[in-house]
């Protein structure tokens, strides 16, 4: 190119004839001005310069290196990281000390560190812990309730919230006082509205599991479910993971409704939740109408508390250290060498058997059968 424009030709149509851009002729002609073309560096240069300002010395880095295996192989104190480096470095007279974090780098970039970086490995699909959820065969809606809301005034208020896995489908009901009567009401509302999914998952609220320092107890939220053949399940206490769906749109439904606006009374925050669940829906309709086919609420259906309850219930729960579960007020043994595991009871009342399945979320496909037990729930009088 550069002897093609010596002979007379113009740049651009020397760029046209090799098929290179304008600036590329330049900026060899400009490399090779002045001089002949067997003299020219027609290399490539290296753009970063030839001396790094600030870099720490090579035999500096040399010294840090030799001090972190004599350190690991003699220090009294068994300490041979940056920090225990750079001390011994003060030690013996050094003035041009590195950070630790420098010496950090140093030894990164050496190549002598010995500790291993943590393995990320890929969450699990959403709902895991149900093969035909986690397969997008079945919808789970999930439900809590905020507390500790203050309108000025001293008006107590309490939300009821609820969240489909798959569908994003939302519902709130803020309310003074939330009890078993009225999440039951607002369940139902819902449902017939919705439709009915397979499951329904739940803390262990006792408004939503019942009483605890009872044996055998059957919640009306429960029978509730039970009577629609909605399976009910509840998260494990204290572990992360399972309620986030839920929790998520907890903490939305504060900042867009609760926090954003004023309210006089507890009417006006029933408009604006009302409000902000229509637009939420109408934002997520296209995920609503992809989410798995929910059931037709029961024309002639009506909740009887007193009919013995028939279906499955699940519980999700960790086990102890000598691998037992408690639910229902009883404790069952899994595995004795399953401790402190995850694991998903089935509770099949009609068959009076419960099975234990062993959950890992390293293996989320895998969900073996650790043991089985049989369980009869007592017949006797729901107290409403």
């Keep these: 190119m550069v002897s093609a424009v010596r002979e007379g030709a113009s740049q651009r ?3 046209r004839r090799f098929g290179v851009a304008l600036r590329t002729v330049q900026l060899w002609l400009e490399r090779a001005q002045g001089q002949a073309l067997d003299d020219v560096e027609w290399s490539d240069r290296l753009r970063i310069p030839r001396h790094i300002p600030r870099r720490t010395p090579s035999h500096l880095e040399e010294v840090i290196v030799g001090l972190r295996q004599e350190l690991q192989a003699e220090s009294a104190l068994g300490e041979y990281g ?7 470095l003060f030690t013996r007279g050094w ?4 950070s630790i974090r420098t010496i950090g780098r140093i030894l990164e970039r050496r190549g002598v560190l010995d500790g291993r970086k943590r393995l990320r490995r890929p969450p699990p699909p959403p709902g895991w812990y149900l093969p035909d959820l986690a397969a997008r065969e079945a919808e789970l809606d999930s439900f ?14 309490e939300v009821f919230n609820g969240v489909s896995l798959h569908g994003g489908l939302v519902v709130s009901s803020p309310r003074g006082a939330i009890t078993a009567r009225t999440t039951v009401e607002d369940l139902v509302a819902h449902w017939r509205g919705y439709g009915l999914p397979r499951y329904a998952q739940f803390d262990n609220d006792t408004r939503f599991q019942g009483a605890h320092q009872h044996r055998d107890s059957i919640s009306r939220v429960m029978r509730l479910c039970l009577s629609l053949t909605v399976i009910p ?10 309620q986030a769906a839920i929790e998520s749109y907890n903490g939305r439904w504060q900042a867009k409704v609760w926090s954003r606006f004023q309210h006089a009374d507890l009417a006006s925050l029933r408009t604006r939740s009302q409000e902000y669940v229509r637009a939420h829906r109408r934002r997520a309709a296209a995920r609503i109408d992809s989410a798995p086919i929910r059931r037709l609420f029961p024309s002639n ?3 009887d508390l007193q009919a013995h309850p028939t279906g499955r219930l699940i519980y999700l729960r960790r086990t102890s250290e000598r691998g037992f579960v408690h639910l229902l007020g009883r404790d069952f043994l899994v ?7 995850l ?3 089935e509770i099949q009342l009609q068959e009076g058997k419960i099975r234990f399945i062993a959950l890992r979320r390293r293996e989320p496909a895998r969900q073996p059968v650790l043991a089985e037990a049989t369980y009869d729930l007592p017949r006797r009088r729901f107290h409403e």
């Excluded at 940056?82 to 011994?88: D, K, P, V, Y």
């Excluded at 003035?95 to 590195?98: E, F, I, L």
């Excluded at 809590?144 to 208020?157: F, H, P």
Aim: no cysteine; net charge negative; hydrophobic share 45%.
């Design 233 to 242: 399940v509840f998260a494990p206490p204290q572990e992360t993971g399972f």
């Design 13 to 15: 149509s020397t760029a």
């Design 335 to 341: 595995d004795r060498l399953w401790t402190h595991r």
């Design 343 to 345: 694991v998903r009871v």
């Design 95 to 98: 003035q041009q000390v590195p």
């Design 82 to 88: 940056a920090a225990a480096i750079r001390q011994e």
């Design 301 to 303: 259906w009506e909740l």
């Design 144 to 157: 809590d309730i905020v507390e500790g809301l203050v309108i000025r005034g001293g008006i107590d208020v």
